[in-house]
């Protein structure tokens, strides 16, 4: 009988395995303004006081408490606090599975609850940085658009969902049909579409722990979400251009699911003084757990020497 786990790490409790990696994690929820209660984490290092904040936001159909938590982790090994929250229809937060019905309302849930935890005394002096994975990545940038006080200083764009691959788009008619469809019935998880997960997870191992992950939504898309993120990431590459705050995007070459050539398009059209691309040949989507250890490691280094240098540069 093929054991289940009970974390992506194995049977070790939550409290066990922090305190061994010399981490420690907070949950509780959140209730966003409009209502919704959203779990949350927090990762805090145990060695010393955090350098810097980290406000991360998962990918679609992703939870903060499976695969995602390594980075976290590894953050706190490395002196930085990080928060993430549960998004709406996602993991243990309120919602239908997987529903975005507005996007809009998620970047909000986010950037409120970014700013109350900023807000906490340990953390009120510490440069703040946002980190998004895939379409996580994309609400990075809407939630950047929104920030006119610049709370933030600056993004980590991790396979970004700034315009959804042709590889996994539904070509026409469909979206013509969905359109039409999605206004009657927008729950409804039709959306023909491949699994992603293996589009994105190279390692077969990984793959398996990544299947194991109890909270993962292994439905079809639903109507309205598919038709709110065609929305969005249209929107977003359309306003490439007015991408000011500093960032480093990173993206696997033979990602299929989001295209590493918007990436490139981000890079060279953002109007920040600052910024870096960094392009992984060979690597798919999941950069930072489906990839060899090897590769993991070479991105989580690019990721915390970018971090480095801008705690640096803020003292």
Known sequence: MEEELLHYWGNTSETDHYKSQGIHCIQSYYTSPRGLSLFTRLWLPLAAPPRGLICMVHGYGNDVSWTFQATPIYLAQMGFASCALDLEGHGKSDGVRAFVPNVDFVVNDCFNYFCSVKERKDFENLPC??????????????????????????????????????????????????????????????????????????????KVVAVKNPMRYTGKPRLGTVLELLRITDYLNGRLCDVSIPFIVLHGKADAVTDPEVSKALYEAAKSEDKQIKIYDGMLHSLLFGETDDNIEMVRKDIVDWLNDRCKMGN
């Not at 996580?136 to 764009?157: R, V």
């Open 129 to 206: 940085f946002l980190y998004g994975e895939s379409m996580g990545g994309a609400i990075c940038l809407l939630i950047h658009f929104l920030d006119t006080n610049k709370l933030f200083s600056g993004a980590i764009l991790v396979s970004p969902m700034c315009k959804i691959s042709d590889n996994v788009r539904p070509r026409w008619p469909i979206p013509q049909i969905l359109t039409f469809f999605a206004k009657f019935f927008p729950v409804l998880p039709i959306v023909p579409t491949a699994d992603l997960l293996d589009k994105s997870v190279k390692v077969a191992e990984k």
